[in-house]
C-alpha cells in the first residue's frame, strides 16, 4: 500500500507563491506518474499537473500553464508543485495522486490514479 502526504497549502494574496509537496512511501513505491488535481466548492476534480517518475515528463492543463512547475525528488519520494502568480480562481483542495506502473488510462484523467493523499486547502485572495 502507498501513503501519499501532502503539504505546504495556505493563504496567499493574489500574484503570491505557494509550493506543495507530497511525500510517498510504502513496502514499495513504484509509479509510472504522480500527479496533482484540485477540487473547488461546487466543481468537479480537475487536472493541474503530472509528471513520470522515471523520465521526468512534465504535463500541466492549459489554465496552470507557465505559472505552475511540477517537480520530483526520486530519493525522497517526493513530488513537488510550485505555484507562482496565483489567482483566486486557483483557490481549491490540492491532492496528490500516484499511479501503478500498469495503470490504464490517460494521465490527465483521475481514473488512472490508484492513490490519493488527503488534500491540502490553497486560497488565494484577490
Known amino acids: 500500500q502507498v501513503q501519499l502526504v501532502e503539504s505546504g497549502g495556505g493563504l496567499v494574496q493574489a500574484g503570491g507563491s505557494l509550493r506543495l509537496s507530497c511525500a510517498a512511501s510504502g513496502r514499495t513505491f513504484s509509479s509510472y506518474a504522480m500527479g496533482w488535481f484540485r477540487q473547488a466548492p461546487g466543481k468537479e476534480r480537475e487536472f493541474v499537473s503530472a509528471?513520470?517518475?522515471?523520465?521526468?515528463?512534465?504535463y500541466y492543463a492549459d489554465s496552470v500553464k507557465g505559472r505552475f512547475t511540477i517537480s520530483r525528488d526520486k530519493a525522497k519520494n517526493t513530488v513537488y508543485l510550485q505555484m507562482n502568480s496565483l489567482k483566486p480562481e486557483d483557490t481549491a483542495v490540492y491532492y496528490c495522486?500516484?499511479?501503478?506502473?500498469?495503470?490504464?488510462?490517460?494521465?490527465?484523467?483521475?481514473?488512472?490514479?490508484?492513490?490519493w493523499g488527503q488534500g491540502t486547502q490553497v486560497t488565494v485572495s484577490s
Open positions: 495522486a500516484a499511479d501503478r506502473p500498469d495503470s490504464v488510462g490517460s494521465i490527465y484523467t483521475a481514473t488512472r490514479y490508484d492513490y
Open positions: 509528471i513520470t517518475w522515471s523520465g521526468g515528463s512534465t
